[in-house]
């Protein structure tokens, strides 16, 4: 963890923020519920450019280390091919672990204008405790490899 020195903080303490952010993102994804309506950001309350557009079911993160600013970055196989990702789906979240499936770049370049990711079988839980920064990337649909 980050801050292994500080013993005085509660264990949720250094991923609330960021849990309260995926969490808004998850419920967008599941659809699971509304929320008051805010202008931008990670917690915007609904996916795509207006609310009434339904064509988008993520909203893609990014997560940057706490202890040198570095991307987190995750293997996958799509298609018989390995590669690396540093653009996830958040699934699931439970206290500081955070659970994200990893998205390729779409191999299909006729359609990664409109659709630049796909899904794989790649999973990963992250203890949020140790990423310093969340970055949102602009919400999108995820194709099916």
């Given amino acids: 963890m980050c801050d292994q020195n500080n013993t005085t903080r509660n264990n949720n303490d250094g991923c609330s923020c960021f849990n309260d952010i995926l969490s808004v993102i998850l419920k967008l994804q599941k659809r ?10 990670c917690d915007k309350p609904f996916l795509g450019p207006v609310p009434s557009f339904t064509c988008y ?10 202890c040198d600013g570095g991307q987190w970055i995750m293997p996958y196989t799509l298609n018989g ?6 653009v996830f789906r958040v ?18 370049t006729a359609s990664s204008d409109t659709t630049p990711y796909v899904a794989t079988d790649s999973f990963f839980t992250i203890n949020l405790s140790c990423v310093g920064i969340l970055k949102c990337l602009p919400d999108t649909y995820i194709a099916c490899a």
């Fill in 32 to 41: 699971g519920s509304q929320v008051e309506t805010c202008p931008e950001g």
């Fill in 91 to 108: 699934e699931n979240l439970d206290g500081c672990c955070c659970t994200c499936r990893v998205l390729a770049p779409n191999p299909d």
């Fill in 57 to 66: 079911n993520t909203r893609p993160v990014t997560f940057y280390r706490c």
């Fill in 81 to 86: 091919s390995d590669g690396t990702s540093n």
